[in-house]
C-alpha cells in the first residue's frame, strides 16, 4: 500500500504542475500591475476555463500528493514515530491547505476579468486588497504546513531514518521554489513561465521519489 500511496503522491504533484501551467502560463507581453504587483494584465487574453481545470487538477492533485506524503510518513515511523506521524499530519493538513491556496490565486483573475469587463477597473484595487485581507492568514498557514514535510524528510535523511543518498534531502519544494526563483529572477525573459512556475510542484512529486526509493 505505501508503495502504491507513493507512486500516486508523483501523479498528484504532476497534476498540481498541470495546474500551475493552466493558471500561471501567461505567455509574452504580460505585465504586472495592481496591489503588490499581483495582477498580470494577461489575465484578460486566458479564457476563464483555464483557472476551472486548474483549480479541479489542483483539488484532485493535492489529495494523491496527501497520499504520497502519507506514504513518507509511515515510512519514517518506522525509525522515529514522531518525526514519522508529525510527517504525515502536516503535511495531510497541508495539503488541504494547498487546495486553498490555488483555489485562491485562481479566484483573482477571475474576478480581476469581471471587473475589468463591466466597466470598473478601478474597484480591481480594492476588491483585491479586501481578498487579501480575507485569505492572507489560512494562506501562509497553509503554506507553511505543506513546507513542512519537506524539512521533516530531509531531517529523517540526514539521520539515517530513510535509506536513500543524504543529496535526496535536496529533493523538495523548499530546494525546487528556491532554484526556480533564481531561474526567474536572473533570466526573466526566458524562465518567468517554464520551469519557473512549476517547481514547487515537482517537488512535492519528489517526496514520492524518495518514498518509492527507500522501499525499493
Known amino acids: 500500500m505505501l508503495m502504491t500511496f507513493s507512486v500516486l503522491g508523483i501523479v498528484g504533484g504532476l497534476l498540481c504542475a498541470t495546474g500551475d501551467i493552466l493558471f500561471d502560463l501567461k505567455g509574452k507581453g504580460n505585465q504586472k500591475t495592481g496591489p503588490g504587483g499581483n495582477v498580470d494584465t494577461n489575465w484578460l487574453k486566458m ?7 486548474s483549480i479541479i487538477c489542483a483539488f ?3 489529495i494523491l500528493v496527501m497520499m ?7 515510512q519514517i515511523a518506522r ?3 514522531v518525526l514519522g506521524y508529525f510527517t504525515a499530519i502536516t503535511g495531510c493538513a497541508g495539503t488541504v491547505g494547498g487546495v486553498m491556496i490555488h483555489t485562491s490565486l485562481c479566484v483573482q483573475p477571475l474576478i480581476y476579468k469581471r471587473l475589468i469587463e463591466s466597466g470598473h477597473p478601478e474597484l480591481v484595487d480594492s476588491m483585491l486588497k479586501t481578498f487579501y485581507k480575507a485569505v492572507i492568514f489560512p494562506f501562509v498557514f497553509g503554506y507553511l504546513l505543506l513546507m513542512t514535510p519537506c524539512v521533516t524528510t530531509a531531517i529523517a535523511i540526514f539521520t539515517g531514518g530513510l535509506d536513500v543518498p543524504w543529496w535526496f534531502a535536496l529533493l523538495n519544494s523548499i530546494s525546487f521554489m528556491i532554484v526556480g526563483i533564481t531561474l526567474r529572477k536572473i533570466k526573466p525573459q526566458w524562465f518567468c513561465d517554464l520551469p519557473g512556475i512549476i ?7 519528489m517526496l514520492g521519489v524518495i518514498g518509492i526509493i527507500n522501499l525499493m
Open 79 to 81: 525509525t522515529n514515530a
Open 68 to 74: 504520497g506524503i502519507y506514504s513518507l510518513g509511515m
Open 47 to 53: 479564457s476563464d476555463w483555464r483557472f476551472v481545470v
Open 60 to 62: 484532485f492533485g493535492d
Open 199 to 205: 517547481m514547487p510542484s515537482m517537488g512535492l512529486s
